[in-house]
């Protein structure tokens, strides 16, 4: 049987970590921008937004599983994503090491 | 050190933490503004330990939706979830800065709510844009009901 998947943030310290407890990406946004202040783009059903700080696709993972979340961030590590505490795909666990 | 800039040419503005940081910074020409480092009781975190009896390992979770394995030797706390070196810090003022100039804290001081969590988790702003009105900055930030992370 395969193990679930699941995502851990630790919202502390900005930090994404896999079932094992293994770093997946550091949610560190240098601009300090904001979700409510980004560009919606047309047709994406609000899923993307655009930074007009550093020009990049901010995505919203809100509706994705965990498995997805993972695989995402490991495809490509550099993606700009939006987590919020509480959404269902994410479990909130403060790393004390 | 230099003066730093983001991609917007908005100037950084670094956070010495200890006495040596703050006396290096102020010999390399900046001017340290001290502030006290001053936790907010409203800023909180939880956790709860769960053990396997057999074994003896533990489990920590954070989360009411988190199953924690085997037994609850410590129910859910509340507890200040950060630590830093000294009771106090500055920001590294450079000589350059103008009055009304709009930076980034890079490493806040100040406890400052950043967002909330239905569950009863208060979180502590990291960064945050400030202007700098000649003697002290003034922080551009509301609190939300709720705690988003970008990155």
């Known amino acids: ?97 | 050190m230099n003066k730093n800039v983001h991609e917007q040419r908005m100037l950084v503005i670094r956070t010495a933490r200890t006495e040596k940081e703050i006396n290096q910074a102020a010999r390399n020409g900046f001017y340290p503004l001290v502030k006290r480092v001053s936790p907010s009781p409203e800023i909180r975190s939880k956790y709860a330990v769960y053990q396997n009896p057999e074994s003896g390992e533990v489990q920590v979770v954070g989360d009411y939706r988190s199953a924690g394995e085997g037994n609850e030797v410590i129910g859910f706390t509340y507890y200040y979830p950060h630590s830093f070196p000294s009771p106090f810090a500055a920001y590294l003022i450079p000589p350059d800065i103008k009055v009304g100039e709009v930076v980034i804290l890079e490493d806040l001081i100040e406890d400052v709510v950043s967002g909330r969590w239905n569950q009863g988790d208060v979180f502590r702003l990291a960064s945050c844009r400030a202007t700098w009105n000649g003697n002290d900055f003034i922080l551009q930030h509301s609190a939300s009901s709720e705690e988003v992370v970008l990155g």
């Open chain 1, 1 to 97: 049987m395969l193990m679930e998947e699941k995502v851990f943030l630790d919202p502390v310290h900005k930090t994404l970590r896999d079932s094992q407890g293994r770093v997946l990406k550091v949610l560190n946004c240098p601009q300090l921008a904001l979700w409510q202040d980004l560009a919606v783009i047309a047709n994406q059903e609000d899923q993307h937004r655009l930074c007009g700080a550093c020009g990049k696709l901010v995505i919203d993972t809100e509706q994705w599983t965990a498995g997805r979340l993972v695989r995402a961030v490991r495809d490509d590590p550099e993606a700009c994503l939006r987590i919020r505490v509480g959404q269902g795909n994410v479990e909130i666990k403060v790393s004390n090491e």
